[in-house]
């Protein structure tokens, strides 16, 4: 499509000229003759007045596949795509579901301002997305990052502000608190990584604790509570996972944060409408979304991709550590 500047250099007049005559505002000092050239030129050319153009509807494509993401992954994609739709409607977007299936190929989409893909795609499904539409962001890593751009939170920083709480606080044990099928399958989890790095570099003496479900975990948690002495801080993966440990603590009969301190991080989901209990790391879903909207309107724009942008974390105090 045709813009300002390429009439301008086609009639070698102003740019400010072209965009007066083109958006029918008066001036005295230009010619018939050249308004005309312009008026021919930018229909020769195909261009549309801004005022058309944005008439235009915007269209973007989600990608949503929670097969295989960890629990709390699961709730994150989960608040991310719901407030996707409610950005989108407020902001008079329309929203286009788009289904993978390995054995049929997309039809392509141009018209398509970009797909944001939220969840675990793998290889081949990014393939799709990008062979639908060129213009693909994923909410966390992507599977190529040279070829796609994602955004994710920074959890490396997430990791190393929790633990530089436990420092400051003088805490001697740290235990990293999850729910999973089994141990493996919990230190899969990209929060667990740098949780041991960053508890290998720190040289804590570290426990990890995962259980089946939240029940196990109170009781497991009671149990070797009661027979540790020494000041225990814990990290709970989530809210709901902290409101267990918190229940173990005081089942031992120890206080918070006295004798154990809990701190959790708060990028995942949480009732809405409701305040945290618990000293937090937090992450701005909405931040996070709001920038994936801003980065599929640039791409479309600039036609640039395969950029990796990292979002911090912040920290909130609800002494509880």
């Given amino acids: ?3 300002l500047k390429d009439i301008a250099d086609q009639t070698n007049v102003a740019l400010s000229t072209v965009s007066r005559v083109l958006n029918e505002k008066p001036d005295m000092h230009v010619t018939e003759e050249t308004r ?5 030129t930018a229909e020769a050319l195909g261009y549309r007045k801004e005022r058309q153009q944005e008439q235009k509807e915007q269209v973007i494509g989600i990608a949503y596949e929670t097969a295989g993401l960890s629990i709390p992954a699961f709730y994150m994609a989960m608040q991310a795509k719901t407030y996707l739709e409610e950005l989108c409607r407020q902001r008079k977007i329309r929203l286009f579901n788009i289904s993978l299936d390995q054995n049929k190929k997309l039809e392509p989409m141009p018209h398509l301002t970009g797909i944001a893909a939220i969840g675990q795609f793998d290889t081949q499904s990014a393939k799709q997305l990008s062979e639908c539409n060129s213009n ?8 190529d990052l040279a070829e796609y751009t994602s955004i994710s939170p920074d959890y490396r920083m997430a990791v190393d502000m929790i633990q530089t709480k436990f420092v400051e606080r003088e805490y001697s044990r740290v235990i990293y608190a999850g729910i999973a099928e089994n141990e493996a399958k919990a230190k899969e989890g990209m929060v667990y990584h ?20 939240r029940m196990e975990m109170q009781e497991n948690l009671q149990e070797y509570l009661k027979a540790e002495e020494q000041r225990t801080a814990i990290f709970a993966v989530d809210e709901r996972t902290a409101m267990s440990i918190a229940a173990a603590i005081w ?5 918070v944060p006295e004798e154990a301190g809990i701190l959790t991080l708060n990028c995942f989901f949480t009732n809405p409408g409701t305040e945290p209990l618990f000293s937090t790391i937090d992450f701005d879903i909405c931040q996070y979304v709001a920038i994936l909207l801003s980065c599929l309107e640039q791409q479309y724009a600039l036609g640039s991709k395969g950029k990796k942008i990292v979002l911090p974390f912040s920290y909130t105090d609800r002494a509880t550590i």
Wanted: hydrophobic share 35%; aromatic share 14%; glycine share 10%.
């Fill in 36 to 40: 005309r050239r312009i008026l021919e």
């Fill in 194 to 213: 740098y949780w041991k790095y960053m508890a290998e570099k720190r040289g804590f003496t570290e426990k990890f604790l995962t259980c089946n479900n």
């Fill in 251 to 255: 089942g031992s009969g120890k206080k």
């Fill in 136 to 143: 693909v962001i994923f909410l966390g890593d992507s599977p």
């Fill in 1 to 3: 499509m045709a813009t």
